[in-house]
């Protein structure tokens, strides 16, 4: 078969690479991609978001299956563009059609259906400019630190945890006057919660499951997670606190009654769930969905796949997804990034990179990179994904960070700290 997959990042270098082993694929092409995708598939100058040019392509290259890496065109309806054309309609997209896809485009979407399918999650208010005066008095009524999240998707900007109540007061407002745009129109309004964080990935075809391996990512620029929020600095899998007991209670509270709630609501759901939870004592609380797979950790998590991954997409797109298997590596695997000098502040792109080729014993997911006439050069902020097996978590950063050194390019910077609270 021939697959399209949209997006540009190190999840869908990740994603390709695994794709590409499948004996199930004749042609892999990613849309627009990036220096890396090109060594496993065909890249095609095209944006994920410009869907009559992505019909074009299915068209013109004869695609079986598109699969879609990032968030915003499922956000914004790519699923429902297919559906609605009758050239396009029978072929699958993996990934939720636009009203399921609001689970991560809309904060307070995603909360009233916590609340409806009784998942936990931390307790909330949404706020807008008619309801100003109960946000206000929800903070006051609260102990900080307070949290304010940005309704709509803000390129993972959109969150302040601050520890003042003047502070809140102040951000709440300049959220819902366009600080973020649009997408602080509404502000969700929550209690924060203490406790460690950790990714869960969950495959469906919108009945039954699949639970990927679980990873844990690192999204403070600093060490010891301090500075300012990045797109991610670094990711583990496993993740040695997500023991059978956890990830049972997980299953249960709130995997389980995702699903349902996706089927009573008469959901189109067929892709990936990615749930942002949080251990609090030992029970877990949902901080978020997310509807796509999570960008670093699927550079941990795919390496521990051993199963044909084409097969489980094709049970999601045909709704036999539990009659597949899905086997996973016992070994560890980590991945630590290589950003640009400046992130998540401004920083310069263009600068050429050297050492690829002295790597041993990692596997090189590029995400801010493309091919130039001086080589491969930066093109984002997070440039490229040093990841690694191991028989434990240590082993394999040991292998990342000797290889991670291997890599140059002006203003280079990665954590020497990944997995450091484990």
Known sequence: MNILLLGSGGREHALAWKISQSKKVDQLFIAPGNAGTAAVGTNLDVSATNFPAVKDLVLQHNINMVVVGPEVPLVEGIKDFFLQDNQLKNIPVIGPAKEGAQLEGSKDYAKEFMKRHNIPTAQYISVNKNNLDQGMWFLKAMA??????????????GVLILDSLAEAEEELNAMLNGKFGDSSATVVIEEFLAGIELSVFVLTDGKSY??????????RIG?????????????????????KAFMDK???RIIQPTIKGIQEEKLDYTGFIFLGLINCN????VIEYNVRMGDPETEAVMLRVKSDFVDLLEGMAEGN?????????ERAAVTVMLVSGGY??????GKTMSGFDQVKDSILFHAGTKAAEAGVVTNGGRVIAVSSYGNNMHDALKKSYENAEKISFEGAYYRKDIGFDL
């Open 144 to 157: 900080p630190p307070y949290v304010l999240k940005a309704d709509g998707l803000a390129a993972g900007k």
């Open 210 to 219: 699949k639970i990927l391996p679980e990873a844990k990512d690192y999204k």
């Open 223 to 243: 060490e010891g997670d301090t500075g300012l929020n990045t797109g991610g600095m670094g990711a583990v899998s496993p993740v040695p606190f997500a023991d």
């Open 250 to 252: 997980i299953e249960t």
């Open 282 to 285: 030992g029970e877990p609380k």
């Open 321 to 329: 997804l539990e009659e597949k298997k899905l086997d996973i590596d």
């Open 344 to 349: 998540p502040g401004a920083y310069e792109n």
